[in-house]
């Protein structure tokens, strides 16, 4: 397959081009792909005022850089992302992505942190199949997973996310991007623009690949207000979103007693293969939520106890920090998120009755 690349140039400070994947220019051969080109190239720079364009190119897709898909049952794979906050990263790259290849459609599960990163995937699913892919599934609001969401939203995809998500996302929008470009520079960021759902799942959703179908579920308030599992009946592949972590310690953005009950109830059906948000694909259910339970239980009962010697927020939270060091083990970017999450922990067990 051939892709239609832009050069295009982001002049606020100082000038700086970075070649842009346009996905609606993508043709079997070259010819086909610079046939529509300028019109497509034209099209989207009018849609993007702050980048200028300065010539494109039809390049065949081992020419591009691609993310790295590991098949881990047939027709589905994963990209690993780094299990570490995004500030202890270069560019962002933390969650793990998934792709399912139906014998019709494939369906992309998350999309990655920068439009460079969803660029990069959509080369690497287009090293496997060319088949459309009619849907890109956000499992929750947060910009390691939403915001390389527009390149598939231009390959022709509907974005579908949880209910909560529009709104969730629409108000922290502008700091996600601006906190991306200060942290990964604009190199990683150029062209990056948050896209809301074309569909979204109030309860459960199906949807067909041909041969096989995905189940989509809302969660309740846990991770996030908007977190949204994904089941694969063919080969038994549960996509968590970050409603799990492995490695990376579990962030808290939700509610956390909402997400102690969530992973009480083990999932149904049975899933043969886990994919978390961040971390390591599992195999036994128990096995891989056990490890974030006991941190989030430990994370609870550190609070309550602070909460019942009446101590004020400014003191719990070095305290309930103090109360978890026993499982700083295990956990990457342990330190940047304990204290975050015994604050959230705080403000809302402090309302218990
Ligand atoms: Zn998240």
């Known amino acids: 397959m051939f892709h239609l690349v832009l050069t295009a140039c ?70 690993q992302g780094r299990p570490a906050q995004m500030e202890d990263t270069a560019d962002g790259r933390i969650a793990n992505l998934g792709v399912v290849i139906g014998e019709d459609r494939i369906a992309v599960i998350d999309s990655g942190v920068s439009r460079r990163q969803g660029q990069e995937f959509l080369t690497a699913i287009r090293q496997i199949s060319d088949k459309p892919i009619s849907h890109v599934i956000l499992t929750h609001m947060h910009p390691d997973h939403v915001l390389g969401a ?94 799990l972590f492995r490695e990376l310690t579990p962030v808290v953005d939700g509610s956390l007693l909402g997400w102690i009950d969530w992973a009480e109830m083990p999932p149904s059906p049975v899933p043969s293969l886990i994919v978390p948000g961040h971390g390591r694909v599992a195999q036994n259910w128990p096995e891989a939520v056990k490890p974030q339970q006991d941190f989030l239980t430990a994370l609870r ?15 719990a939270v070095p305290r309930i920090v103090e109360g978890m060091s026993a499982w700083r083990n295990g956990w990457q970017s342990y330190e940047a998120t304990v204290a975050r999450d015994a604050t959230a922990s705080f403000k809302e067990l402090e309302w218990e009755q």
Not at 307 to 315: H, K
């Open 10 to 79: 982001f002049a606020a400070s100082s000038p700086l081009c970075m070649p842009v994947l346009l996905p609606a220019g993508s043709a079997a051969t070259r010819e086909d792909c610079r046939h529509g080109a300028a019109r497509i190239t034209q099209d989207w720079l009018q849609d993007h005022p702050d980048l200028t364009g300065n010539g494109f190119r039809c390049v065949a897709g081992n020419q591009l850089p691609a993310l790295d898909l590991r098949e881990i049952a047939p027709g589905v794979h994963v990209y």
């Open 301 to 315: 009962d550190a609070t309550r106890e602070t909460i019942r010697d009446g101590l004020p927020m400014s003191r």
């Open 150 to 243: 527009a390149v598939f939203a231009e390959a022709g995809a509907q974005v579908v996310a949880h209910h909560a998500l529009p709104r969730a996302l629409a108000v922290r929008a502008q700091s996600y991007l601006d906190n991306a470009l200060r942290l990964f520079g604009a190199e990683q960021m150029l062209g990056t623009e948050i896209v809301l759902p074309d569909m979204v799942v109030t309860d459960s959703m199906t949807i067909d690949l041909g041969g096989r179908s995905l189940l989509l579920r809302t969660a309740r308030t846990a991770h996030t207000d908007n977190d949204l599992t994904v089941f694969d009946d063919a080969s038994g592949t549960l996509f968590t979103g970050d409603l």
